[in-house]
């Protein structure tokens, strides 16, 4: 199993990111998938979680109405399409297989939303 984020990057408070997770080794269809983060000196924060066929997602209230979580089954990537960023939002974004135990993780990938 493999799960490799991409998209992050340096943004200006009030700007956009549309991050990805690129997923090999397992059926990716099957299942649902997660967003966690991890923000610099803190735990780790449960951002999304999508069904397997993406008609269900929750999002914690801290991004919710920002943030948009997705996925393409035919192309075995997952998405999070964050919009009107705030420096709070300043973390390491990871990928998981899962909800309630999430047993594969992504690298991570680094969002800072800083002026």
């Known amino acids: 199993v493999q799960l490799v984020e991409s998209g992050g990057g340096l943004v200006q408070p009030g700007g956009s990111l549309r991050l990805s997770c690129a997923a090999s080794?397992?059926?990716?269809?099957?299942?649902?998938m997660s967003w966690v983060r991890q923000a610099p000196g803190k735990g780790l924060e449960w951002v999304s979680t999508?069904?397997?066929?993406?008609?269900?997602?929750k999002t914690a209230p801290s991004v919710s109405g920002r943030f948009t979580t997705t996925r393409d089954n035919a192309k075995n990537t997952l998405f999070l399409q964050m919009n009107s960023l705030k420096v709070d939002d300043t973390a390491v974004y990871y990928c998981?297989?899962?909800?309630?135990?999430?047993?594969?993780w992504g690298q991570g990938t680094q969002v800072t939303v800083s002026s």
């Open positions: 080794g397992f059926t990716f269809s099957i299942g649902a």
């Open positions: 999508i069904s397997s066929a993406g008609g269900i997602t």
């Open positions: 998981a297989k899962g909800v309630d135990v999430m047993d594969y």
